[in-house]
């Protein structure tokens, strides 16, 4: 098998992100489908979805804001417990930041319930973000948010073809 340094084409977003979930243990993501996410383990509803945890660290993926907000009284409740969940939110192209324009379905971030929010819209701080993201809800033990732009998942970049520094935090 090859590594992703002699193979930059394969060094993208959504593997770095399914890499670093596998390395804190996460074996399952579950999901609701929708128009923003990926194609995961299915749940009938976004509550199933952000309880998705037996063991280590939790991870659900949701659509942007609708998907969001159905998930946001179990991350409520996951935070209360003090339970580590990676909530990663499929959002919008990032094409739209910037702009000026309402992004549809856009009414901010969940800082009240997450000890740390990402959204990552480019790929240069990308990796970055993401690490830190999953740093935090080892270090913290409580859910963190990211959202990843839906355009970014599939496109190479180089700074993913970098073997990344193994955590060494392990969830309380």
């Not at 509803?45 to 998930?71: D, I, K, P, Q």
């Not at 309402?102 to 009240?112: E, K, S, W």
Request: with cysteine; proline share 5%; aromatic share 6%.
């Amino acid at each position: 098998q090859a590594t992703l340094a002699a193979c930059p084409s394969k060094a993208t977003l959504g593997r770095h992100l399914a890499q670093r979930l596998v390395q804190i243990g996460v074996n399952d993501v579950f999901s609701v489908p929708g128009d923003f996410n990926l194609n995961l383990v299915g749940c009938c509803n976004e509550r199933n979805a952000g309880y998705a945890r037996s063991r280590g660290v939790g991870a659900c993926v949701v659509t942007f804001t609708v998907g969001g907000l159905s998930v946001l009284n179990v991350i409520a409740g996951v935070y209360s417990e003090n339970l580590p969940v990676i909530c990663i939110v499929g959002g919008p192209n990032s094409n739209g930041y910037g702009t000026n324009r309402v992004l549809r379905h856009t009414i901010g971030l969940p800082d009240f319930i997450t000890c740390f929010q990402a959204v990552v819209n480019n790929l240069v701080d990308a990796q970055e973000l993401i690490d830190t993201a999953i740093s935090t809800v080892l270090k913290e033990s409580k859910p963190v948010y990211v959202s990843v732009s839906c355009n970014l998942f599939a496109i190479p970049h180089h700074t993913f073809s970098r073997e990344p520094i193994l955590f060494s935090i392990s969830p309380r």
